[in-house]
């Protein structure tokens, strides 16, 4: 199944097995028994946690109705843009802003705030209309995940 596209975030264009249009899924193109689809079942830091159990696709062509995403995570503004045609929010160039997305794949973005001198995320964000994510340029954020021990202490609390 060479014609299979990469891993990653996708919105469904139109039904695949039991998953509805406009379901943000998470497409993995390799494993046993075969590629799958995966579900949102919660969101960190405003990045989406798929479930553990995916949806085997039903017939390698239904890949056609997966649309990629950018991937979640900190970008920059490289041109300024509105958030859509009402012109809502603009979004100034050389912004920090987090991508994420809803359980549909709408993008939203989060602006990062300097507060108490330090970084903070907001858990609320703007709807953008997809196309705009075009505006947007990612960074690179080194990701450590802390090692959670038997006794429910993390790596980040032992000395």
Known sequence: MSDLPPCGIYVTTAAIGGI???RLVYFHNHGDP???LYLPASWKGNRCVFQGRGHLL??????RYLEPLAAEGFYRVASPFFCCDKRCRRFEAETLVQLGYNGSGAAILFLPEW???QLAIPD???HIERERVASLTPLKVAITEPQVHEDGADDRLLH
């Not at 039903?58 to 890949?63: A, C, H, L, N, T």
């Open 124 to 126: 609320r964000g703007t």
């Open 20 to 22: 509805p249009e406009a």
């Open 34 to 36: 075969g590629p799958g």
């Open 115 to 117: 507060v108490d001198g």
């Open 58 to 63: 039903p017939e390698p062509g239904d890949v």
